[in-house]
């Protein structure tokens, strides 16, 4: 099937660009809320799911060994901006660990946010793998590797037995075999697994209302979707979607964006979890759509609905500062 | 009617994105030689069209009076990104007509290119409206103006005299009629208007040939689209596609992206212009529908053949450089 329009991006009184997708809402026991496009497409999550990925790091032990709060653990689960408060806090919870920036096998980049990367070229400053969005997650990977003895070089391969915890923690949560067949590799050298859009919405609804899910991993998952909740800087950066939605209502909404267009989140005071792909990758659109959901699921509360609509019609600017277009959900949004 | 897929993004063995599209390819009468999806869509041409916004610079005399050459000239037409080289020639331009940056009304970014950002602020600088993408095509507009004695002030609004001559080569060259109905604001401020698709591979079959075009305007068009084959650099910048595709065959392809994936060109060899939309906007598929429309067209030389399918289908890659995935035409383009 043909997914829908969700997004239109106007400039004057034109549509000029349009974002197709598929939006999936489930409860954890399986059943649909509420379905949009072809939610059985296999799709990589990308970064929408690090929290998932986040889970043996906390069920091992290794998160309290080491003394970690909420900050640490939302960065684990973060795709950060690469501003100082994240990089300085990757690098702290490797200290704990023992370890620098060495160890860590996912690459770099100059950091997202661009206020980031002039000062740190100001300072005379080179970007490691600390600036990496993903060095807090590489920094979980590690300390739960250290912490329960395991060789931590090739932690980033298929196969290494911090990858096949992560796996179980994926297929696990949400209900969906992760096999070789459709296994890929992230920008961060990780193994990603192509699953039903579907899943993902399964998945975070178990995750945040631990139904459905084992004692201890209930109570992981709780942890860390609290930690996002409460510092979802940590998870994000200045300025990013994530921040904006997840403080439109501190502790009641959860969202993680990944690449290609993927977005997943949960309500759970509804017990209900959200996965969004846009076909052709666009993260702007997968910021309208996860908005435009978040606003219908809470519509009941309707200052918070307000505020997330407006969030779900950003503006398209021009380089001084006008609005000359905006973004805007379509009617299959409604 | 909905597009089809041009371009699949892979990763593994998996479709992880897709984009949608549109293509045009006519010759210089108005005969379509190759259509794809809805070719009488309305788009906004954003920057693609720029050599033909450059035609009143040409036509009116400004660029002989200021002693402008192939440089000035491509950087008339350019998307450039804002390294030293670009900047350092639109201030030079802008100085020939008593003027700097000040008079500047495109507003202002940080180079697109990221070495040229890090060693900008690594030096202690600040951008300003000279690193502005379009602040070539802005200062062959003030430069039209100083040379035709008109008032430059408020150069970029609708209705100022440069912006109407830039309106009638558009609607000349073209055959699209350009109303306030579908007139929009583009990046820089000046206005851009949404015509049928099919009328811009039409307009770059005009340029590229002169057939149906004024003696005037014919030699302006056929100057301004060499200047930018034979200076890619400064239509451009350091490894984007532009450059690749002109290079790839010297004198023989000219192409120039726009922003919300529209890609135009010409063959002027077989006097054919091409015109490419991204329903999307993304101008990674827009890359890879040009290469591969442009790769059929010139399917007769195999060794050019094969270079440019070589851009049709870029790598994917991971933070520290593996291929995880590809860009790649679909069976609509072959």
């Known amino acids: 099937m043909t997914d829908p329009v969700l997004v239109e991006v106007t400039r004057g ?23 949009v496009g072809d939610t059985t497409q296999l799709v990589f999550p ?14 091992s032990g290794a998160a309290d060994a080491y003394g970690f709060g909420q900050k640490e653990l939302a960065l684990v689960c973060a795709s950060h901006s ?13 200290a704990k660990a023992g370890l620098d920036e060495t160890a860590l096998e996912c690459g770099w980049h ?15 400053g080179a970007p490691n793998a600390l600036h990496n969005n993903c060095s807090g997650k590489h920094s979980g990977f590690l300390c739960t590797c250290r912490h329960l ?19 179980e923690a994926m297929e696990t949560v949400t209900g969906a075999a992760h096999d070789a067949g459709h ?9 990603t697994y192509a699953v039903p859009l579907r899943s993902f ?31 979802p800087f940590f998870v994000s950066g200045t300025g990013r979607a994530d921040v904006g939605l997840m403080q439109a209502a501190p502790g009641r909404i959860f969202v993680k964006t990944g690449a290609e267009g993927v977005y997943c989140g949960a309500v759970p005071e509804l017990g209900l979890g959200v996965a969004v792909k846009c076909d052709d990758g666009a993260g702007r659109g997968a910021e309208v759509v996860v908005a435009s959901v978040l606003a219908k699921l809470l519509k009941s509360d309707t200052a918070l609905s307000s505020r997330l609509a407006r969030i779900a019609n950003p503006p398209v600017e021009s380089r001084v500062g006008a609005k000359v277009g905006t973004l805007r959900p379509t009617a299959a949004l409604a």
């Not at 034109?14 to 809402?25: N, Q």
């Not at 690469?82 to 490797?94: F, K, N, T, Y």
């Not at 931590?152 to 990858?163: F, I, L, S, T, W």
Request: hydrophobic content about 40%; aromatic content about 4%.
């Open 110 to 124: 100059w950091p997202s946010n661009q206020e980031a990367t002039v000062a740190l070229a100001r300072s005379g």
């Open 183 to 191: 296994r890929g590799t992230d920008g961060c050298s990780i193994p």
């Open 149 to 167: 003895g395991i060789d931590h070089r090739g932690y980033v391969k298929a196969g290494h037995p911090e990858q096949e915890m992560v796996r």
């Open 201 to 231: 919405a399964l998945g975070f609804a178990r995750m945040a209302t631990g139904r459905g899910l084992a004692p201890r991993r209930a109570a992981a998952a709780k942890r860390l979707m609290g930690a996002c909740m409460a510092e």
């Open 46 to 59: 990308r970064s929408a799911v690090k929290s998932i990925q986040a889970l043996p790091f906390v069920e």
């Open 13 to 35: 009184e034109v549509v000029e660009s349009v974002h197709r997708g598929a939006i999936a809402v489930y409860d954890a026991d399986g059943k649909a809320a509420w379905e």
């Open 82 to 94: 690469g501003e100082p408060q994240h990089v300085d806090l990757a690098r702290s919870m490797l």
